[in-house]
Nanobody
């Protein structure tokens, strides 16, 4: 079992910034973020394999940056130039073959216009 602890959500005005953090209870190969807006399916925001290249949704490229601190088993999501359409519950995800796929509890991000 892998525990994920998220932090950093909140309310921000359009054009503002927020930084999300997610700490895992152990080292995992892939860490990333997904989001789910009301009435919509959960979608990928950004993922980053250990030692690999980040992958971003087209809608956040150039505005969001994912990074990892492998010594702390922590993944970050720096979100700049936030838009109202970025409003969603953001979920941390981590995966490693033979260990499994795990989700955080979710953190609300609300961007006001």
């Amino acid at each position: 079992q892998v525990q994920l602890v998220e932090s950093g959500g909140g309310l921000v005005q359009a054009g503002g910034s927020l930084r999300l953090s997610c700490a895992a209870s152990r080292s995992m190969f892939s860490m990333g973020w997904y989001r789910q807006a009301p009435g919509k399916q959960r979608e990928l925001v950004a993922t980053m394999p250990s030692g690999g290249t980040p992958n971003y949704a087209d809608s956040v490229k150039g505005r969001f940056t994912i990074s990892r601190d492998n010594a702390k088993n922590t993944v970050y999501l720096q979100m700049n130039s936030l838009k109202p359409e970025d409003t969603a519950v953001y979920y941390c995800n981590t995966y490693q073959r033979a260990i499994g796929d795990y989700w955080g509890q979710g953190t609300q991000v609300t961007v006001s216009s």
